[in-house]
C-alpha cells in the first residue's frame, strides 16, 4: 500500500494551536517587510530580510556591509515612518545583522573567466612571435597560443 502525501492546505488550515502563532507571527512579519518596502528605494529593499521583531526592536538581516550601512543611514527615518502605522507603531529601535551568506537573489554558478583564443588569432600571434628576441617571453606566448579554439 502506497501512502500519498498529505495537502499542506489541511495542515495550514486546520485549527491547531501549535501553527496558529507561527502564521500570525509570519503574516506580521510579512507586513512590515511590506511598510519597510515602501519606506526604502527599491535596490536597497532587496538586499533586506525581516527577521523578528522582539522588545520593540526590528531585526533585519543585510546580505552585505555596503547595504548594512546604506540601511543605517535610513533607520531614523524608517522608524519615523513605523510610527504611522498600528502594526509598527510599537517599534523603537532596528538591528541590522550581516549575512553574507543570505543572499535575496538567485544564485548563478560560479563560471570561471576565461577569454578564448580563436584559431585565427593564435596564428596571427605565432607570426610576431618570430621577431621576439627574448626567449622567455618568446616561450610564454607560444604557450598560450597552444590554448587557441581548434
Request: glycine share 2%.
Amino acid at each position: 500500500m502506497k501512502k500519498h502525501p498529505a495537502p499542506i492546505a489541511k495542515f495550514l488550515s486546520g485549527n491547531t494551536q501549535k501553527l496558529a502563532p507561527l502564521i500570525s507571527e509570519a503574516k506580521r512579519l510579512t507586513q512590515i517587510k511590506i511598510i519597510l518596502n515602501q519606506a526604502l528605494d527599491h535596490e536597497l529593499a532587496k538586499h533586506i530580510q525581516v527577521s523578528r521583531l522582539e522588545h520593540n526592536q526590528l531585526r533585519l538581516i543585510v546580505d552585505s556591509p555596503a547595504w548594512a550601512t546604506r540601511l543605517r543611514y535610513k533607520q531614523t527615518e524608517i522608524i519615523n515612518r513605523f510610527q504611522n502605522y498600528a502594526i509598527t507603531k510599537i517599534i523603537t529601535s532596528i538591528h541590522i545583522k550581516i549575512n553574507p551568506e543570505t543572499t535575496f537573489q538567485p544564485k548563478t554558478k560560479n563560471k570561471k573567466n576565461t577569454i578564448s583564443l580563436s584559431a585565427e588569432s593564435a596564428h596571427q600571434m605565432l607570426d610576431e612571435i618570430e621577431a621576439i628576441s627574448d626567449s622567455g617571453l618568446k616561450d610564454a606566448l607560444i604557450r598560450i597560443t597552444r590554448h587557441a579554439k581548434k
